[in-house]
């Protein structure tokens, strides 16, 4: 079976060979820079101890320099799997989601139309360049110099001019020997609606050939010269070389261009990627005329892991890299996703190159900030995000975004970065008043700030004189330490939990802070310090406590903690129902209503439900009076731990 044309180019394009040989070996950490493509590990085709087996993964090739296997991805998975190259290539294409095309007797003659096509389009390409360097060419040359672009740049590029007639090019070629039909079929002549001759696409134009990744021209992109055409850049039609949704500009010239230390630049067009190469940015890429598209970021991906996207710094830059964001969450992978460089005061790269000169350039490109930075610009740009609900709705609308990321341990990554975000900026949202004490990079101090010994007697006293609020918000904060699985469920609870301490505020706060993380408990203990957390840990009270004797109980832990929470809403409710109530009692001239009744009925009996718990089940537990769940030869002793307190200190407490 024959293989149309293109069809290896774009298999080997698609899939990445460090991926497919990192299947079977074991990079060496020391030698490779997988940041760059640049990998070695021991040859998997002979036996060895040094990794003498390189892959070049922009290039796609690798070597070895013990036993000189040499190859692609194709002959790779050939001699590594044992398969014919009918079946490499259908595994491969496998992989990349690419269909097996149907056999196909005249293969060859497509072959053949193909390497036509670019014949065609590379005379094309000579015809543009002369009529650009001709006596018809001084305006479009002017309007080069003027962007500051050499005449070496202009050979580099292949720039030329499309004339201002409607036949140049088809009458050119044709002359040549050129069939009509292959030049509808390269995109350079169309058909008049009218009747007439087939008459040029481009007219009037700057050209700037598009090449694929092996140089060959498949299209062409014009600038018009005329300030009135309604279409100021066109380029070519789908064709058989061109799909203008997998094909970047300059992507020929970037990958050679990345060996040599620079970063892989996504710009936003032609006259972008050229200005950055002149500069001496060469590893530069566009699209060609549309938003950035699935296939393209995949290609990019395949030159480098993290590309810096160049955007211009006004509102259509900022709204096309949100676009960007919204394409790219569902596709990052660990190790591979964006960077932004948002350029400033709406300049694109050739404005900030005039003015500030390369230097300029390479500091806003390595100021550019993680994809993440960048959905939260867009969530919070120009909004006001004043209150507890403005900033829920802000964190809600980021975790949805977020949720797009497919990958498990990079989705929670994400996720403890906007919670990082939501912190710095709003210090959590999570109670009024002054702003947290805070230590370097942003995070709260509380451990720092405030001497070990000094938090540690905070806690003593909290423990000391206590009442039984103060002791139901310690077993809440012991049972989400002792089961850190159970805090998504009650993350919102928890956040709005009043603390009677300042200790115990720390330690919630501290939670929050490092909410997702595998290591929970270690975390809060490096921010506040181990002598603090043993202190409140060690307390007796939380000892016998089953959410905490029986930690990674993740029922336990559930049950005890929305019990307790549930109980200091009504303990703290309760109070103020009756406060409120006294004082429309003495409201002159207030009567003792049916309404006032039926309010204060209403508080007792939220707080008899509370109460009950799960009374129901007293099989193994039992409900004591805090609300925990405990074993009946465990209850007598809380019991009595809790009935001296001395509750008329805190009566009418609010």
């Known amino acids: 079976m024959k293989l149309p044309p293109g069809f290896l180019d774009e298999l ?25 493509g640049d990998l070695w590990a021991p040859c998997p085709f002979h036996q060895e101890k040094t990794a003498s087996f390189h892959v070049d993964d922009r290039k796609g090739f690798y070597y070895c320099f013990g036993c000189h296997a040499k190859g692609d991805v194709l002959n790779f998975v050939q001699e590594t799997e044992n398969l014919g190259f009918m079946e490499a290539v259908e595994s491969l294409a496998r992989e990349a989601g690419m269909p097996m095309p149907a056999r196909d007797p005249a293969a060859k003659a497509k072959m053949d139309r193909r390497g036509q096509l670019t014949e065609v389009m590379e005379q094309a390409a000579r015809f543009y360049r002369m009529r650009l360097q001709g006596g018809g060419g001084a305006a479009a040359r002017d309007y080069l110099a003027g962007r500051g672009l050499s005449e070496a740049g202009q050979e580099r590029f292949g720039l030329g001019l499309a004339p201002d007639g409607w036949r140049a090019l088809t009458d050119h070629l044709t002359q ?77 010239p970037a990958r050679a261009a990345l060996g040599r230390e620079v970063p892989l630049i996504l710009a936003e067009g032609y006259m972008d990627v050229i200005a950055l190469s002149e500069a001496g940015f060469e590893a530069a890429v566009a699209p060609l005329g549309t938003a950035v598209t699935a296939d393209q970021l995949q290609l990019i991906w395949r030159l480098c892991p993290e590309p810096v996207v160049a955007l211009d710094g006004d509102t259509a830059g900022v709204r096309a890299a949100g676009r960007l964001v919204d394409l790219a969450l569902p596709l990052i992978e660990p190790g591979q996703g964006l960077r932004f460089a948002v350029l400033p005061g709406g300049q694109d790269p050739d404005d900030l190159i005039k003015a500030q000169g390369a230097e300029g350039m390479r500091a806003v490109l390595e100021g550019a900030q993680p994809m993440l ?19 829920a709705g802000l964190e809600h609308e980021l975790k949805q975004a977020i949720g797009a990321i497919r990958d498990p341990g990079l989705r929670r990554h994400a996720e403890s970065e906007i919670r990082q ?65 159970v805090l998504p469920e009650v993350e919102a609870a928890l956040e709005r939990m009043e603390c009677r301490t300042p200790a115990h505020r720390a330690i919630r706060d501290a939670v929050l802070h490092h909410a997702g993380r595998d290591d929970l408990r270690q975390s809060v203990r490096q921010e506040l310090g181990g002598e603090v957390l043993d202190s409140f840990l060690g307390q007796h009270h939380l000892a016998i406590m089953p959410a905490v004797r029986r930690a990674g109980d993740l029922d336990i832990a559930r049950q005890c903690i929305l019990e307790e929470l549930a109980k200091l809403a009504v303990q703290r409710g309760v109070p103020r129902e009756i406060e409120e109530a006294a004082a429309a009692l003495g409201a002159a001239g207030h009567p003792l209503d049916e309404a006032l009744t039926w309010r204060l009925g209403q508080a007792a009996a939220a707080r008899d439900r509370a109460w009950r718990g799960n009374a129901e089940d007293r099989t193994e537990y039992e409900s004591a009076s805090n609300g925990a769940l405990l074993r009946r030869d465990e209850r007598e002793e809380l019991s009595a731990l809790l009935g001296g307190i001395d509750y008329s200190k805190s009566s009418g407490r609010r």
């Open 12 to 36: 080997r394009d698609r899939v990445s060979l460090g991926r497919v040989a990192g299947r079977k070996v074991t990079w060496d950490p020391r030698k490779s820079n997988q940041g760059k």
């Open 176 to 252: 040549a020997g050129v069939p009509m039909e292959m030049l509808k079929a390269a995109g350079l002549s169309k058909e008049s609606a009218k009747g007439g001759k087939p008459y040029d696409v481009f007219r009037n134009r700057l050209m700037f050939p598009i090449r694929d990744a092996r140089g060959r021209c498949i299209a062409f992109g014009g600038r018009a010269m005329d300030p009135g055409e309604s279409a100021k850049y066109l380029n070519s039609p789908q064709t058989e070389l061109f799909d203008k949704g997998r094909s970047l500009y300059n992507v020929g």
């Open 373 to 391: 930075r960048m959905l939260w610009r867009r969530a919070t740009e120009g909004r006001v995000i004043d209150s507890a609900e403005r900033r």
């Open 421 to 485: 975000l939501m912190w710095d900026s709003f210090g959590g949202g999570r109670r009024k008043g002054p702003a947290r004490p805070r230590g370097q990079g942003g995070k709260p101090a509380w451990g720092r700030d405030l001497p070990v010994q000094a938090s540690a007697e905070a806690l003593a006293a909290a423990a000391g004189d206590a009442d039984e609020e103060a002791l139901r918000e310690a077993v809440v904060l012991a049972a989400v330490l002792s089961t850190p699985a």
